[in-house]
């Protein structure tokens, strides 16, 4: 009795033993596999860790040169061709500052969406954005710079005013934003208001960008324009928002010679840049 039960203890322990070496045979591949997937998953954890360029930004995407491009980038030293009219003029459907009429008015269809979005959703958080001024033809621009050059002479208006096709607000990308009341309209304190903290804070997310940033002067030869926003998509604007950059450092491109620089650092560009 006590060797059949002797026996067949033994034939257990032996059993159990092949089962669990079977067994640890059995899921040593999977844990080799496992760990190589764990170094596998390593790669994407390091990727994350870098910049948005270096995962793939496309700086190629739209131009910066081509007349039209929503990355188009103008400036004084990077004039709009001479008489160009964008394609697509629109009144917006928003809080107008001027009559439907005014030149002013109107912006690039290409663009209204996301003007029209930009502005529900700041209404949605209880702020009223008015669109001050979109398009301005080389005419409009003519017009106000002559007559700060018949006001102020040559040198003072230039501190002042953009020249006749260089004005970003002639590729009907650009608005200057403002509140009903017109409070701090076209001034630096435009920034303390409900519509330029909303702005300064929101208005990336739906493509546009404060273009004249606060001590960016040297680089966009503008000084701070904390209402003067243009439109360049929702992808470029996060990007810029994010790197705290200006479009000319963005594309290293030149925006102004030091002589105009100089001028723009006396003056300000209150109303026409
Ligand atoms: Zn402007």
Redesign the pocket.
């Known amino acids: 009795m006590k060797k059949k039960l002797l026996l067949t203890a033994v034939v257990l322990v032996v059993i159990v033993v092949t089962l669990f070496l079977l067994a640890d045979r059995a899921t040593a591949p999977t844990r080799e596999s496992s760990e190589q997937t764990e170094q596998g998953s390593s790669e994407p954890a390091e990727i994350i860790e870098q910049s948005p360029d270096e995962l793939g930004f496309d700086m190629n995407k739209y131009s910066i040169e081509e007349p039209g491009s929503i990355w188009w980038i103008v400036n004084r030293e990077r004039p709009l061709p001479e008489g160009y009219v964008p394609p697509d003029l629109t009144v917006p459907d928003v809080r107008l500052r001027l009559n439907a009429s005014a030149e002013q008015m109107q912006f690039r269809q290409i663009a209204l969406p996301a003007l029209k979005e930009m502005f529900v959703a700041a209404q949605a958080d209880g702020v009223e954005l008015v669109f001050g001024?979109g398009y301005r033809s080389e005419a409009l621009q003519r017009q106000f710079y002559e007559s700060y050059v018949a006001r102020d002479g040559q040198a003072a208006a230039d501190r002042y005013s953009a020249r006749p096709g260089t004005?970003?607000?002639q590729t009907g990308l650009?608005?200057?934003v403002t509140s009903p009341n017109l409070a701090c309209h076209?001034e630096i304190c435009f920034e303390n208001t409900p519509q330029g903290q909303w702005v300064a804070d929101n208005a990336h997310i739906y493509g546009f960008i404060i273009?004249y940033l606060e001590g960016k002067e040297n680089i966009t030869g503008y000084q701070y324009?904390p209402?003067?926003?243009r439109y360049v998509g929702k992808e470029l604007a996060a990007e810029l928002h994010q790197t705290g950059q200006t479009m000319e450092e963005f594309f290293n491109v030149v925006a102004y010679r030091p002589r105009v620089l100089a001028m723009a650092r006396l003056g300000s560009c209150s109303?026409?840049?």
């Open positions: 001024s004005s970003e607000h650009a608005v200057d076209l273009r324009e209402w003067h926003l109303c026409c840049c």
